[in-house]
């Protein structure tokens, strides 16, 4: 352009002393308002675009900012993220600042932003850059949750500290949800540990049909107690959220001498040797039933607990459909005032309440398995009935309890944890995830942290407000 200019310049002076006719005059001056016109446009297209930019990446960077539960670094946060979008759209941009300000309960947020371009015909007049501004503010909206953590609590989690690197990332999770509250008024959690059976609570005897609850008074349970294990209902209720009073349950109970290795009665059948844990030489009726399901709560160290108590289970198989059925009557309202503990009698709320999103994280490092040696909710491997096909029985019934719970609305987030899973699981708990994006593989801790926190910041909601 600079060079143009100098040209008609150049043929201006020419003009200027021609006197051979008035035509080339006329022409070479119209020439001026042309040129003055095209680089205008150019000047002007270039600051649109950079308005249009930086616009668009400071909405990005309030949103992603936003999305972060955790506001200690929110400014260092946006920053980042500002940069990121705006020098893919303006690296020709100079200058650029963006200044992040929060309310004093860090729910809005306001970012403030400028850049500029250096101009090609403006300079000409002395105007050498152009500066635009751009302003997003972002509130973040405080929606209740309630959320179930599904986690696997089998033997295989004893391995290369996977139990201790779920832990750890969940306490992670909740650290977020909770950020420096003990409590919440807007936030309850639950936490279902499972390995091929679910413990419901050893108060819940009242779930039971008769028989189950005689055998408690003054059966097998009667010298050690019944742990609160429980058996699958026969299909379809063992895929549902139909509470215990339209169809009850049965007690857990793996019986002497039953697919071995559990002999807990000495020969006169009376109780001997009982030993509760997560040993696979342990002896009792409650052999393999694991650590009780923590109900809603919104006090962050009901959780925490819930979390930290838990532990792998040798020789109990996996059941991860088990995992997810309780996960959603632990978060279903027809099971409301059923769990008592620290969940209001009123609480699960109803599924359409438009302030309480309900959402489940499930975890799990291994493949579904039913084998002939061990009890799980369904029994045994004969016991269950599907021969060689039990495993696929185990996923389709999975697969349907997972998009019965989706039908609910209820969001889905699924991890496969560590390199021992197939890729029909991974495939399945990929399926179970409400979206493809929802769904997280680990192979160790560090993802598998990555991971809760990706989890973390979709669990918040944000809308633009300005």
């Not at 009557?329 to 009123?346: H, M």
């Not at 999103?357 to 291994?366: F, N, P, Q, R, Y």
């Amino acid at each position: 352009m600079l060079r143009v200019l100098r040209i008609v310049r150049s043929l201006l002076r020419s003009l200027r002393i021609d006197t051979r006719g008035a035509t080339a005059v006329i022409y070479a001056l119209s020439i001026i308002p042309i040129l003055g016109f095209v680089g205008l446009a150019i000047d002007g297209a270039r600051v649109y675009l950079l308005r249009d930019a930086l616009q668009k990446s400071l909405d990005a960077a309030a949103l992603a900012s936003g999305h972060v539960l955790d506001t200690a670094n929110i400014e260092a946060d946006a920053q980042m993220y500002f940069d990121s979008n705006f020098d893919s759209l303006a690296a020709y941009a100079t200058d650029k600042v963006v200044t992040v300000t929060k309310s004093a309960d860090n729910n809005i947020i306001t970012l403030n932003g400028s850049a500029a371009v250096n101009t090609t015909f403006m300079a000409l007049f002395g105007f050498d850059k152009v500066t635009v501004a751009g302003l997003t503010e972002v509130t973040r909206e405080t929606r209740g949750l309630e959320l179930a953590m599904v986690m696997d609590n089998t033997g295989s989690m004893a391995s290369n500290n996977k139990m201790g690197d779920m832990k750890a990332a969940a306490t992670s999770l909740l650290d977020k949800l909770y950020g420096g509250k003990s409590s919440s008024p807007l936030l309850y959690v639950s936490v279902v540990p499972f390995v091929a059976v679910v413990n419901a609570g050893g108060d819940k005897a009242s779930w039971l049909n008769a028989n189950s609850q005689a055998r408690i008074t003054n059966g097998d349970f009667a010298s050690v107690g019944w742990k609160g294990c429980i058996m699958a209902r026969g299909a379809p209720f063992d895929q549902d959220d139909t509470p215990p009073g339209a169809a009850p349950f049965e007690a857990y109970l793996w019986d002497s001498g039953q697919y071995g290795n559990n002999d807990w009665r000495d020969r006169r059948g009376r109780p001997n040797n009982i030993s509760q844990g997560p040993s696979s030489r342990s002896r009792s009726p409650n052999k393999g039933c694991g650590d009780d399901v923590h109900p809603l709560s919104n006090t962050k160290a009901d959780a925490q607990a819930a979390i930290d108590a838990m532990q792998p289970w040798d020789r109990t198989g996996t059941h991860i459909n088990q995992g997810m059925v309780w996960a959603w009557r632990a978060i279903s309202p027809n099971w409301q005032g059923l769990w008592g503990g620290p969940t209001p009698p009123t609480m699960p709320l109803e599924y359409a309440n438009s302030l309480m999103d309900k959402a489940v994280i499930v975890l799990t490092d291994g493949d579904n398995t039913i084998f002939s040696s061990q009890k799980t909710a369904y029994g045994n491997k004969d016991d269950f009935g599907f021969g060689n096909n039990g495993v696929n029985e185990l996923n389709n019934r999975m697969t349907n309890v997972c998009e019965a719970m989706k039908t609910e609305n209820i969001i889905i987030f699924s991890i496969t944890f560590g390199n021992g899973i197939s890729a029909d699981t991974q495939l399945l708990m990929e399926s179970c995830a409400t979206i493809p994006a929802y769904y997280f593989h680990a192979p160790n801790g560090t993802e598998l942290n990555d991971a809760f926190d990706i989890i973390g910041k979709q669990l918040s909601s944000l809308r633009l407000s300005r």
